[in-house]
């Protein structure tokens, strides 16, 4: 008895440790959630906001490219004079851009300019080509997006930027795409390019980590991040590997769980008792329950006389049964059955039903399964046989059915009509099977007594329309008229 107690609460007992677990685990788990959404909410600000400030840059550059007066004195009639005064002097003059470089439509430097403040400073101190070189993938992109001038307005600005780090110097690039504003100008071929870089004074973890507020920020090459911090990348090196802005992420979840671990160990211990408590109480109901349960399923997917599978049970065995290949189903109906209720009652009616239920089990293979589908219908499902084993099995089930059969009143004899469908495999619905071997046992029924009558082949398609109750109820009352 002890074991069948077992068995019957350790689903409980195991259910409520799960519980418990749960329980305990539960805010941890879900702090966990709301940090990871505080940090991945954290990064998006910072990722957008670094894009806003260098899209401010971009569109204050526009006040020297979106010009028709540069198209003419750098891409119609080049004038360096002009270049130098109206482009070199005032961009370093009026910005915080400390090179300038002008690239002509061939994509050839025209004019290039930096502060003498910057010259030996590490990025700076490489020369003209090097800042060109470090430059060419923002160059390439604004000629990848260069588009020319639509009437109807001032063009928007075309341009591309990318911080960079040499040595322990941050700078931004910025490659922006001269356009005319009026079209008093227009370019001859290529527009010009303007190239300007920008030192970032303070680096890129002091500038970005005071504009962010953000906690313990620091700037990691290669991608590798500690757990628990926030990351954004922010610029590359030379190789073009690149770097990220790194920062301790919020934990505002972590932090409330952590104050409240005392509330939560009492309130899991509290739990605890109660669950034990609970279990001792519902150890008899949950085997009522259990038992209860097994009943209701047996009830549900069973004839409560027979003991056979009832029809609920025929569609997943037969879609079981076809998948694996071809099959067949018989409908099999008593002849002679309402008079033994008539004349001997419907307890002897239901003997009658018993013993054949009994012999159709002992008769049909381990593989087949035997179904009650109402009245004196039975149903089988044979796995695996052509048409001709059908036929041939069902022909010995109806003599093994009209052997006679004593019953506690009286010896008596009945006999059976089989209608047989051949299923050759997946694909069919299994009340169209029914409904087939339906039609084949009502011609059956038409002929002498014990006849078995199979189903012509007939190719149905699986989007076949399954036949409503309706249709089946009518063709099994005319076939008891009949």
């Not at 009437?151 to 700078?171: F, H, L, Q, T």
């Not at 991608?223 to 770097?243: D, L, T």
């Not at 979840?253 to 671990?261: G, H, P």
């Amino acid at each position: 008895m002890r074991f069948v107690h077992v068995k019957l609460i350790g689903p409980a007992v195991a259910g409520l440790a799960l519980v418990l677990v749960a329980t305990a685990t539960l805010p941890f788990y879900g702090a966990a959630q709301i940090d990871t959404a505080a940090r991945l909410r954290e990064e998006t600000i910072v990722a957008r906001n670094v894009a806003l400030w260098i899209a401010d840059v971009e569109i204050a550059l526009s006040s020297w490219t979106i010009w028709d007066e540069p198209i003419a004195k750098i891409d119609n009639e080049p004038d360096l004079e002009w270049t130098e005064r109206n482009i070199g002097r005032s961009v370093l003059g009026t910005s915080a851009h400390r090179f300038v470089a002008v690239i002509d439509g061939s994509d050839g430097l025209f004019f290039a300019m930096s502060d003498p403040s910057v010259a030996g400073r590490p990025f700076f101190a490489r020369g003209t080509q090097a800042i060109l070189a470090d430059a060419w993938p923002m160059l390439e992109s604004v000629r990848g997006r260069e588009r020319r001038p639509q009437d109807g307005g001032i063009p928007k600005a075309v341009a591309s930027s990318r911080m960079e780090v040499v040595g322990n110097e941050a700078v931004l690039i910025t490659a922006s795409l001269f356009q005319p504003d009026f079209r008093t100008a227009m370019p001859v071929g290529k527009a010009p390019i303007l190239l300007t870089v920008m030192p970032i004074e303070g680096g890129l973890v002091g500038v970005f980590g005071d504009r962010f507020l953000l906690d313990d920020p620091r700037l990691t090459t290669g991608g590798a991040v500690a757990p628990g911090r926030a990351s954004v990348p922010i610029a590359r090196r030379q190789n073009g590997e690149p770097m990220l802005l790194s920062w301790q992420a919020p934990r505002p979840a972590s932090d409330m769980v952590m104050r409240s671990l005392p509330l939560i160990v009492v309130s899991v211990l509290a739990f605890t008792l109660g669950a034990v408590l609970t279990l001792r109480i519902s150890r008899i109901t949950a085997r009522t329950l259990v038992n209860r349960e097994r009943e209701m399923r047996q009830a549900a997917t069973h004839d409560f006389l027979t003991g056979l599978p009832n029809r609920s049970l025929f569609e997943p065995r037969f879609g079981a049964a076809t998948a694996k290949g071809r099959a067949a189903v018989a409908c099999l109906d008593l002849d002679g059955f309402k008079p033994i209720n008539d004349t001997l009652g419907h307890a002897a009616g239901d003997e009658v039903l018993c013993q054949v239920a009994q012999r159709l089990r002992a008769a049909v293979r381990a593989q087949d399964t035997v179904f009650r589908l109402g009245g004196d219908e039975f149903a089988m499902l044979m796995p695996g046989l052509a048409d001709a084993d059908a036929q041939a099995a069902c022909e010995r089930l109806v003599e093994t059915i009209a052997a006679p059969m004593q019953l506690s009143q009286a010896e008596v004899r009945v006999s059976a009509s089989v209608g047989v469908v051949g299923i050759p495999g997946e694909g069919w619905p299994a009340p169209v099977a029914l409904d087939r071997a339906d039609a084949a046992l009502y011609r059956a029924k038409s002929g002498p007594e014990g006849s078995v009558a199979v189903a012509a082949p007939q190719a149905l398609p699986p989007a076949a329309r399954e036949p409503d109750a309706n249709g089946r109820r009518g063709l099994a009352l005319a076939r008891r008229s009949a």
